[in-house]
C-alpha cells in the first residue's frame, strides 16, 4: 500500500528567495525541527548542489533521518528529491513553487512512500503540513527583515 500527501501553503517572498531557502542546507536548522542538513559533495569542492548529490538529514539527537538524491532542480520552480538511505527508502519528495496570482509564491510540498504503516499516515501528513508553512514562514521573515 503507497501513500501520496500533499501540502500547501502562501509565502509573501518571490519564488527566487523561497527556492534559495530551500536549497540553503544551513538554514534547514532555522526553519525546521531538523539539526543539521549537509550535502555531501567531494572534499575540496565548493559548488551548488546539482542533480546526483546527496544529502544527509540528521535530528536533534545528531542520529540521521536520512539521505536524500536529488533527482530534479528547475530554479525558482521545483526541487524533486528521493531517499536515497534509510528507514524507509521508498520516499520521493517534491517541492513546487508557483507565482501567486496576487504576489508571492504557493508552495506545493508533495511526498510520496511505496511502504506505509497505517499509523504513519497521520504523522507523515502533519508533519508535511508543518514543513511547508515552516519555509513559507522563514521566508516571509527574510522579506520582512529586508523591507
Known amino acids: 500500500m503507497s501513500l501520496a500527501v ?15 531557502v530551500l536549497m540553503d542546507a ?6 525546521t525541527s531538523y539539526y543539521d542538513v549537509e550535502w555531501e559533495l567531494p572534499a575540496g569542492i565548493e559548488r551548488p548542489a546539482r542533480v546526483d548529490d546527496r544529502r544527509t538529514i540528521r535530528s536533534h539527537s545528531g542520529r540521521v533521518c536520512c539521505r536524500e538524491r536529488i533527482v530534479e532542480m528547475v530554479p525558482n520552480q521545483r526541487f524533486s528529491y528521493e531517499q536515497a538511505a534509510g528507514l524507509l527508502t521508498s520516499h520521493r519528495g517534491s517541492v513546487h513553487l508557483t507565482q501567486a496570482p496576487h504576489g508571492g509564491t504557493d508552495i506545493t ?20 503540513q508543518v514543513l511547508v508553512h515552516d519555509l513559507a514562514s522563514y521566508a516571509n521573515s527574510i522579506v520582512s527583515r529586508n523591507s
Open 6 to 20: 500533499t501540502a500547501s501553503s502562501h509565502s509573501s517572498a518571490s519564488a527566487a528567495l523561497v527556492y534559495t
Open 26 to 31: 544551513e538554514s534547514w536548522p532555522s526553519w
Open 109 to 128: 510540498w508533495s511526498a510520496t512512500y511505496r511502504h506505509t504503516l497505517p499509523l504513519l499516515d497521520t504523522l507523515r501528513r502533519r508533519r508535511l
